[in-house]
């Protein structure tokens, strides 16, 4: 079962799930680690259920390897779902326990995806410094390299740093090398049709759309097509197909709603809200961004508060002149040290990046602030210009 689903292949778990409610408790154990994966894979709706079970069996019998394996998943089960107090818990669990581990990379760089969308920049940075090295060990296992490579990709994506999508693609490539097509398994796809947008590469996502499509088609699973439509909707936002991307969005979300998934609903909800800001619809965006800050406030989302925010302020006009509604949180940060006096050497060593990271992410700033030095930058966000 766990094969099929890694590939792609639609399975039918409920018929195993039947038989597991018949077994007796000594009895099912060992079974039910057999299916929580390809649960967890495919949103199944009682992946939490049997995930608890699975972990409390391992517990009564002491082994706390085999506890460890249903940990892992369920820190992904809680992730998606907004869940992530529980979630930390667990990453901070594989990481003591996986000291000499290869999930410990794995649980650095899932971990490394929630301090980013915490706002917590430095943390994450110094995550993603540390599990640098797996990346670079070509005789490491290629399929643990593929959750670290993902996890890595969707962080820098979160951060807003520039080669989020070539790391996302270089994510894809592993996975269509080792046969890996399960759109929900890995949960990056949408990620990377939304950094090459952002990136300005609407051909890639386009192409990457029809690939992430082509999967869900495959995988048959209600949340695959979810992370399609609204992959779906921001490639049609961006070329100006502004009715399009509101079905599109709205079909993701009322999937995302049903499923209970959380931060994926908040997600697309700002999505929702950015498109509908950009057609003019500014009662329905701010309709769309009041619900998905909502959302992120319960997660404690501090970066993508702040993205719900700055569309917030557009949709009242107040776009020019503001301090730093168009910055990336990377660039945001960056700004805001340099106008601290930091300089850029001291800024790399700070974040974790290297000094032509802080080069390049400067001058976006400078461009999209309208200002052509340190002096007036710093006057700029103090409110002096």
């Given amino acids: 079962v766990m094969a099929r689903t890694a590939v792609g292949e639609p399975v039918d778990l409920d ?22 994966e390809p649960m967890v894979w495919t949103d199944h709706p009682r992946s939490a259920e049997f995930l608890e ?20 998943q369920f820190v992904a089960h809680r992730l998606v779902r907004g869940e992530w107090s529980a979630a930390e818990a667990g990453l901070d669990e594989l990481e003591e326990f996986s000291h000499e581990n290869v999930r410990r ?21 110094r995550l993603l410094a540390a599990v640098a090295p ?12 593929l959750w670290v490579l993902t996890r890595v990709g969707v962080a820098a994506h979160t951060l807003g740093d520039p080669d989020a999508a070539d790391r996302l693609l270089a994510a894809e490539a592993l996975a269509t090398e080792l046969g890996v097509h399960a759109v929900r398994g890995l949960c990056f796809r949408r990620d990377l049709v939304e950094a090459l947008v952002a990136a300005g590469r609407v ?30 909707g921001v490639v049609a936002a961006a070329t100006g ?7 599109l969005f709205a079909a993701a979300a009322a999937t995302q709603r049903e499923f209970g998934l959380g931060y994926e609903l908040a997600r697309t909800l700002l999505a929702a809200g950015a498109a509908a800001r950009r057609a003019g619809n500014r009662a329905e965006a701010r309709e769309h961004l009041d619900t998905a800050r909502q959302l992120f406030a319960g997660m404690g989302a501090a970066t993508w508060i702040t993205r719900c925010d700055d569309e917030a302020e557009r949709t009242l006009g107040r776009r020019a002149g503001t301090a730093t509604n168009d910055l990336t949180p990377t660039e945001r940060q960056i700004a805001e040290l340099v106008a601290a006096g930091r300089t850029n050497a001291e800024i790399a060593a700070t974040l974790f990046v290297s000094v032509r990271t ?28």
């Avoid at 461009?367 to 002096?375: E, Q």
């Fill in 203 to 232: 051909a890639d996502a386009t192409s990457a759309l029809e690939r992430l499509r082509a999967d869900a088609e495959r995988n048959q699973v209600p949340t695959a097509f979810a992370d399609a439509d609204a992959a779906a």
């Fill in 241 to 247: 197909d502004h009715d399009r991307a509101a079905g």
């Fill in 134 to 145: 797996r990346l670079a060990d070509t005789d490491a296992d290629p399929t643990e390299t």
């Fill in 358 to 385: 802080v080069e390049s992410n400067l001058t976006r700033a400078y461009r999209k602030l309208g200002v052509r030095s340190r002096t007036e930058l710093t006057r700029h966000l103090s409110g002096r210009a």
């Fill in 105 to 125: 990379d794995s649980a650095r760089a899932q971990h490394a995806v929630l301090r980013a969308a915490r706002g917590e920049v430095a943390a994450a940075r």
């Fill in 53 to 72: 079970m699975a972990i409390a069996g391992f517990d009564s019998e002491g082994r706390r390897a085999a506890r460890i394996g249903e940990v892992d």
């Fill in 15 to 36: 018929a195993a799930i039947a038989l597991a409610d018949e077994l007796e408790p000594d009895q099912r154990v060992a079974y039910l680690s057999r299916f929580t």
